[in-house]
């Protein structure tokens, strides 16, 4: 994670795969929240300590899947601003869950590593 007050970049093995700039009006108002962080600026939440938690998730519409994504031969069943988009991924279950069958298919974490640049 290399994050800063300009932006916030996640990388597996030294390859970005999510680069966030940090939004002008903040990233409270960019996920649809109040700012209960009067204190802090544009970077609130994440400009205070904060725990780091790895999980493997699916779906979702915040363009972290971007609408053209294709895996195994097949285009996202969904795209990120259809209201009924957990119903498509669940309908298309079939395509995709055949991917997380057999050796491979899980999230292995070696070491995570994590600093702070003065």
Do not use: R
């Not at 994670?1 to 932006?7: A, E, G, K, Q, S």
């Not at 929240?33 to 970077?43: P, Q």
């Not at 609130?44 to 972290?64: E, H, I, K, R």
Request: aromatic content about 16%; proline content about 6%.
């Amino acid at each position: 994670m290399d994050w800063d007050n300009t932006h916030i970049i996640l990388s597996v093995d030294g390859q970005p795969v999510l680069t966030a700039s940090t939004p002008s009006e903040g990233y409270y108002k960019k996920g649809g929240f109040t700012n209960i962080w009067a204190a802090g600026g544009k970077d609130a939440p994440f400009d205070q300590y904060f725990y780091l938690q790895m999980n493997v998730a699916v779906g979702g519409t915040t363009g972290f899947f971007p609408d053209d994504v294709q895996n195994s031969g097949y285009q996202k069943p969904w795209t990120n601003n259809d209201p009924k988009a957990a119903e498509k991924f669940w309908a298309a279950k079939d395509l995709w869950y055949p991917t997380w069958n057999g050796d491979g298919c899980a999230m292995k974490v070696k070491s995570v590593k994590i600093w702070q640049k003065e």
